[in-house]
């Protein structure tokens, strides 16, 4: 059972660089989420997706963006790379819109800007 | 707004000690709260979880119960184990439609358990 797939495991970015963090997920789940994990501050929500076409800001969206053009698949983007954005970024999936059932992680991936 | 709070860490036991991890939270309605682990290099996992007031979740002998009179959802074991060692988060997620299942979390408690 792959379950949610994130890539890639490291990356080091430069400033002002981009680029997409890539998550997929093989259970049909309609809500997927982005985390971002700082030491010592738990995890914090990025965008969330309710289906496919459908995002919305979380609690920290500002210097990102996500798409959701399939169930499977919720990219999210780095446009102009800030050292604030280091961090470990997990992405998650749920099929219960209602908090009862609990959200399916990936492995995450570890960012570094410098 | 919803927020959780867990009692400061790390925490260190030796094995076969009793463990508690604290757990508050402030939220508007009847949250579901969940405890998540984190296993070094891997994403979370659920531990166990609790939908409504005075049930108990329980897996892999750890235990919690879900207080609404004191807001909170403190975890515990009886006698933990090296393998215990991780990072453990409580969490909670607003009830009903309009929530989408967001999680609200704590920041996380790192346990550690030596032989």
């Known amino acids: 059972n792959a379950g949610v797939t994130q890539t890639p495991k490291f990356r080091i970015l430069k400033i002002g660089q981009s680029m997409t963090l890539q998550c997929t997920q093989d259970?049909?789940?309609?809500?997927m989420y982005w985390y971002r994990q700082d030491p010592g501050m738990g995890l914090k929500l990025i965008y969330y997706?309710?289906?496919?076409?459908?995002?919305d800001k979380g609690e920290v969206p500002n210097g990102y963006n996500v798409s959701r053009s399939t169930t499977e698949d919720f990219p999210l983007r780095l446009e102009l790379a800030a050292p604030s954005q280091t961090s470990v970024y997990f992405c998650?999936?749920?099929?219960?819109?209602?908090?009862?059932?609990?959200?399916?992680f990936g492995d995450g991936t570890r960012l570094s800007i410098l | 707004g919803n927020s959780v709070t867990q009692m400061e860490g790390p925490v260190t036991l030796s094995e076969e000690a009793f463990l508690t991890i604290n757990c508050t939270y402030t939220?508007?309605?009847?949250?579901?709260l969940f405890w998540y682990v984190q296993y070094p290099g891997e994403g979370l996992q659920l531990l166990l979880k609790?939908?409504?007031?005075?049930d108990k979740g329980s897996n892999k002998g750890f235990e919690a119960t879900y207080r609404k009179e004191t807001t909170s959802f403190h975890l515990e074991k009886g006698s933990v184990q090296v393998s215990d060692s991780a990072v453990y988060f409580c969490?909670?997620?607003?009830?009903?439609?309009?929530?989408?299942?967001?999680?609200?979390f704590g920041q996380g408690t790192i346990l550690t358990v030596h032989p």
């Open positions: 998650a999936s749920s099929y219960d819109d209602r908090g009862n059932q609990p959200q399916h």
């Open positions: 259970m049909n789940h309609n809500y």
């Open positions: 997706s309710v289906g496919a076409g459908i995002t």
């Open positions: 939220a508007t309605g009847y949250p579901s």
């Open positions: 609790a939908t409504k007031a005075d």
């Open positions: 969490a909670l997620s607003d009830a009903g439609g309009t929530s989408y299942g967001k999680l609200t």
